[in-house]
Each structure stands twice: as structure tokens, then as C-alpha cells.
């Protein structure tokens, strides 16, 4: 009997531990909708059965599937480049905001807004190749560490998020990245990270220009912005990149509501989630008043229109995909 | 004796129609070239083995899918629209061009040049939501003939492209457009014509907005253009929406001159095709001197650079999809 018993045990241990896509969740309502929309949508049986090249599954970068504190870190990177370049040549240094960034005031970078963010990455990230610049930005990313949390930037990706994203792929999704920052920022590192390959990157970009430089065909960045993808800018990317409405929409900020007000407006199951920065214990705990990732009107209305609101504190045993947790 | 030797013939026969992917292409050295580098990157054990997601292949649109005489089919439509727009309101018609245009002057709208066209194209295809746009492309193609072949514009789609799409896909490739027609218009009949789903659609952009209108969550067509995706463009636009380099580029004008220069220029197995117009029997005879897909340079440069010239005549024993051949 005490064989028996054991069996029992281990197979029924195993059983779980194996058929559990989402570990890092605790068992409450959200993992329980996530896993039961999923369920749905792919159940040939079921009157929300979504055939596979309709099941897109769209998710904000920073804040959504990594961390965005105390700023993006695509910005600590256009702050560390712009030093290096200023150093070589101040002459770029053409307004006070590209004279704080150069010094590393965060705060007075923080009150330029979203112009002055704007205005020092794209001079910070202007004159490379873009396969330069994905070289650097991997480089960076391999060495540099958070400021506070002494972790690699890649290490600050959410655990939780990855075994979602891994779990609508295994369940015939496409999984792509919608998200404000930069395009190819995102895909130095977007693949490794997340499994989410190039042409399911879909970001800010600069101008960039086709030139043969010594011969050489080239894709150069410029200076300038061609697209913001943020706010109402979400769904106008998804139409022309995509060209399908999204069935599951995840975002953590007022930038991403219109994508999720779009996407699960229309008919037919759509889930839309909000990841709720709650945690001051292991992340950041931030919403209304923050200036990155301010959460206002999709705490407000989030719940009214069906979305799941995720509670990191309470909804995610483990935060960071890194070792260190 | 006789039976077996029957049997012989009818294996081989069978054999040969079962096993040949491009059956309208003629066995001579196009066919051949595609084939083999086919074979070759698909083949795990050859040197030039390309993992599948790496298997991009791009494809122009107008002269090298479907065919583009007397003028790109778009501005037909365009064309048919914006006569029934100034009929209810004759003040949109603010240019010579667009007047000529809502006049039916194709031979003055031909002298308006690549401008002259992104004007009606734009004033035409404005105001509607993306929806309604791409639901009234796809029924004016289901009713409207060719001026002078009179038959549909789907059915005027080549057979041997279609087979070379076909014969990538059966390979792990992907299989893009990109186009310098209209993004929208295209994917109105992409994914049924060509079996290409909205993703993998590239094409010039008018500008769209994002807005709830009376509660619905909408994409709207705005007038003025965002991006023309044409020679210089086309490079900048793939980087932009697939983020990788093609191994296989197929195009007919001096508009993908450099696409086909980008990607063949690289390391690696790779390989441009031009579709050369030379058949005014069952299509058209054109390349230096047309208005619309004017081949000069990619003549010229192209063989020396190793892409394959398919010479419409010679190599394709068929041309059209449709039943009129």
C-alpha cells in the first residue's frame, strides 16, 4: 500500500507539474480566465472556436513583458550612447534636454515628456547601419545592469509573461509585440527573449533611408521619427502590420487602451488584460501618477469592459524570468 | 510484355505530372535555375542550406503576379471611383489631373506621372473605414472586366507565378509582397488570389486613423500618403515589416531594382528574378520605354548580377490563372 501510495503521489505530482503551462501563476481568477479563453478559442468543439491564422495575440513591451522602471530602458541605453557620442562631438548637444540627458539627469530628462524622450534617442540612435545598431543595443544589453536592481536588463523580463506567451504559441497563436518603443531596440533582443521573431516586432521607428555605401547595399538610420507606435497609433500599426484585429490584447498602461478598446470591441471571445503594477516588494508598485506606464483610465474602465486586471502581488508567485527573485 | 511496358509509361507518366511543381513554365534554363536553388536551400545536407525561417521570399505585385496594361489595375478602380464621387460632388476634382482622371483620360493621367496617380489614388480612396474599402475593392473586382481583354482582373493573375508561390510555400518558405500598390487594395484579393494572408501583404500606405466613431472603434482612410513603397522604399519597407534579409526576390521594373540588389547582393544562396515582358500575343511587349513597368537598368545590370530574366514568350507554356488562355 505504501508503494501504491507513493505512485499515486508522483504521478498525480508530475501530472501537474507537467500539464501546468502558467506556474508562475497562482491559482486564482485571472490564471483561471486566461487558461479557460484559451481553452475556448482553441476547441474545435466550443461556439468561440477561433480557426489558428485568426488567433493573433498582440502584448506591449515595456512594463507589459519587462520592466520600465525608474525609466524605459531603452532609454538608459540612449543615455549611455549619447554620453559616449557628446564626448566625441558636443556640438550635438542642441537643447537642454540633450544637455541633461548627456549628464545624466533622469529627473529633468523625466519632465521633458515624450518630446524630449523622442528627441534623445533619435540623436542618440541616428548615423549607425541598422545591423550596427542591433550589434550595439545586443552589446549593451549584455553588460549593463539596472541601475537599482543590479540585474540584467533581459533577466527583467516578467516570468509569468513568458510562460503565456509560450502557452498561446503551443495553442496555434501568433504572438507579437506592439509596443511604443523601438522597433529595432526590440529586436536585438526580442527573439532571445520572448521567441517573438523579427517580423512579429511591430514599434516606434526612425527614419531610415536604402544607400549603397561603398558598394555596399544599406539600411541607415536617420534622425526623425517616422511612426510613434503608441495610443491611437497601437491600433493603426496592428491594421497595417497585421492586418487582422487581435483576439487577445495584453498591455499595463493608458497607451495601450486603445488597442485593447479596439481589439475587444468587435465580436466574437477577445480577452484583453492589463498587467497592475502592485508589487513594491520584488517590482515597482505604480499607476495613476507614474510617469512612465500611467495607469488611469484602464483601471477605470478595464473591468467595466471585461478586462482582466493583473494583480502582480497577488497574481504572480514569481516576477522575474531571471535568477535572481 | 505490352502490359508491363504499359505500366512503364504510366508510372512515369503519372510520375512526371504529379511530381513537376511548375508545370506552365517550359523545361529550359529559368525553370531549371528555380528549381535547383529550391533544391538546394531546402536540402539539409548541401552547402547552401537555409533554415526555414530564414525563407523569405518577396514579390512585386503589378506586372510580376498579375498583369499592369494599359495601367496598374488600382487606378482603375480609382479611376471607376472617383467618377462616381465628382458625379455627387463636382468639387473634388481640384487638379487637371484629377479632372482629366474623372474624365477617363487615361492617356493625360499617364502624363501626370507617379504623382499625378498618387493623387487620384489617394482623393479616391479616402473617407471610408479600411473595412468598407477592402469590401468595396473586392466587389468591384468580381464585376468589373479589363478594358481590352475583358476578362476579371483575378483572372489576370500568371499561372506561373502562382505555381512558383505554391512551390516556395511547399518548401518552408514565407511568401510576401511588396508593391508600390496600395496596401489595402491589395490584401482585398491577396489572400484568395495568391493564397498571401494580410500579414505578408506590403504595400504603399495612405495615412489611416484610429477613432471610436458613434461607439464603434474604427480605421479610417485619411487623405495624403505615409509611405510609397517603390525602388529605395522597398528595401526600407521590408526591413521595417520582416526585419530579414530575402533569399528569393521576384519583380519586373526598375521600381525593385533595389530589393533585388539588397538581397542578392549579400553572402549567401540567393536569387532575383525579373519577369520580362516579351509576349504581345497572349500579354504584352514592353521594357525600356513604358510608362508602367519600365525595365531599363534591371536589363541592362540584372544578368551580369545573376538574376534570372524570364522571358514571358519562351518560358511560360501559359500565362493566365483564368480560363481565357
Redesign the interface.
Known amino acids: 500500500m505504501r508503494l501504491f501510495s507513493l505512485i499515486v503521489v508522483l504521478v498525480l505530482t508530475t501530472g501537474t507539474a507537467f500539464s501546468d503551462p502558467l506556474p508562475s501563476w497562482n491559482a486564482d481568477e485571472a490564471k483561471a480566465r486566461i487558461l479557460a479563453f484559451v481553452d475556448a478559442v482553441t476547441d474545435p468543439k466550443s461556439e468561440d472556436y477561433v480557426t489558428p491564422?485568426e488567433r493573433i495575440a498582440v502584448f506591449d513591451n515595456d512594463g507589459t513583458l519587462w520592466a520600465e522602471k525608474p525609466v524605459y530602458f531603452q532609454l538608459l541605453y540612449a543615455l549611455d550612447r549619447l554620453k559616449q557620442k557628446a564626448e566625441a562631438d558636443p556640438s550635438i548637444l542642441t537643447s537642454d534636454t540633450l544637455k541633461a540627458a548627456a549628464a545624466g539627469d533622469l529627473e529633468k530628462v523625466a519632465e521633458s515628456g515624450e518630446d524630449g524622450l523622442l528627441e534623445i534617442v533619435m540623436v542618440s540612435h541616428s548615423g549607425l547601419t541598422?545591423d550596427e545598431f542591433q550589434k550595439d543595443v545586443a552589446e549593451w544589453l549584455e553588460t549593463a545592469r539596472h541601475p537599482t536592481k543590479q540585474m540584467a536588463y533581459t533577466d527583467m523580463t516578467y516570468q509569468p509573461m513568458l510562460e503565456l506567451l509560450r502557452h498561446l504559441r503551443d495553442n496555434g497563436f501568433t504572438t507579437y509585440i506592439v509596443s511604443g518603443g523601438g522597433?529595432h531596440f526590440m529586436?536585438a533582443f526580442a527573439e532571445e527573449a520572448y521567441g517573438i521573431?523579427?517580423?512579429q516586432?511591430i514599434g516606434s521607428?526612425g527614419k531610415?533611408?536604402?544607400?549603397?555605401v561603398d558598394g555596399?547595399?544599406t539600411?541607415l538610420k536617420d534622425p526623425g521619427i517616422a511612426f510613434v507606435d503608441d495610443k491611437?497609433?497601437?491600433?493603426?500599426a496592428i491594421?497595417?502590420?497585421?492586418?487582422?484585429l487581435p483576439i487577445f490584447v495584453g498591455g499595463n498602461s493608458d497607451g495601450d487602451f486603445?488597442m485593447l478598446?479596439?481589439a475587444t470591441?468587435?465580436e466574437g471571445p477577445r480577452l484583453g488584460v492589463l498587467v497592475h503594477h502592485t508589487d513594491d516588494q520584488r517590482e515597482w508598485a505604480y499607476d495613476r501618477d507614474s510617469h512612465v506606464g500611467k495607469l488611469e483610465r484602464g483601471l477605470e474602465e478595464g473591468p467595466g469592459r471585461g478586462w482582466i486586471l493583473i494583480d502582480m502581488a497577488k497574481d504572480w508567485n514569481r516576477v522575474w524570468s531571471g535568477a535572481a527573485n
Chains 1, 2 share one sequence.
Open positions: 491564422a541598422v522597433l529586436r521573431p523579427p517580423e516586432v521607428t531610415t533611408r536604402y544607400e549603397v555596399v547595399p539600411i491611437a497609433g497601437k491600433p493603426v491594421d497595417s502590420r497585421i492586418g487582422r486603445q478598446e479596439w470591441s468587435a
